[in-house]
């Protein structure tokens, strides 16, 4: 088990996200801790079908990869969202992975994480990154349990 998780989004391996998110990993490392990166444009994940049975199963009736990463966002006590920006926001292998996490958010299942947002665009200034930190910031806010907290955000710019 990785007790820190990286959700890396870019769908380019080595481009300027991904080493982002090597360089935090190798301080995190250094640091004592063990990772688990995720490259989350190379996984089978399907769109919600917005059918709400998660909300009455705690489980999505979707079968794709979705189910062990789930499982790892559980079990990680820091989870780390590594996205490029597009139009000012996450792309859109990462707002797939969010909308998918709804059953966190209704059944109150994920609590007592460390979040952070590793994120990388062309722009001139960090003003551009406004929209993507205030959206994840209301992504957290969406896990009610409690004990989440958007730690920090690093920005390549």
């Keep these: 088990?990785?007790?820190?998780?990286?959700l890396m989004s870019s769908p380019?391996?080595?481009?300027?996200?991904?080493?982002?998110?090597?360089?935090?990993?190798k301080g995190v490392e250094e640091n004592g801790y063990s990772t688990e990166k995720i490259y989350v444009n190379y996984q089978n994940?399907?769109?919600?079908?917005?059918?709400?049975?998660?909300?009455?199963?705690?489980?999505?009736?979707?079968?794709?990869?979705?189910?062990e990463i789930y499982e790892k966002m559980l079990e990680a006590k820091?989870?780390?969202?590594?996205?490029?920006v597009y139009f000012y926001t996450f792309n859109a292998s990462m707002k797939?992975?969010?909308?998918?996490?709804?059953?966190?958010?209704?059944?109150?299942t994920i609590h007592d994480k460390d979040f952070y947002l590793l994120s990388t665009g062309l722009a001139p200034d960090e003003s551009y990154f406004r929209i993507i930190k205030e959206t994840f910031q209301k992504y957290i806010d969406c896990l009610?349990?409690?004990?989440?907290r958007f730690v920090d955000s690093i920005l390549g710019f």
């Design 1 to 6: 088990m990785a007790q820190v998780l990286v």
């Design 45 to 67: 994940i399907k769109s919600c079908l917005g059918c709400n049975i998660c909300q009455k199963t705690n489980q999505c009736v979707q079968k794709d990869d979705m189910q």
């Design 144 to 148: 009610r349990v409690g004990g989440n």
């Design 96 to 108: 797939l992975l969010l909308d998918r996490t709804c059953t966190f958010a209704i059944e109150k």
């Design 12 to 25: 380019r391996k080595n481009g300027n996200t991904d080493r982002l998110a090597n360089a935090f990993i």
């Design 78 to 84: 820091v989870i780390v969202f590594a996205s490029t």
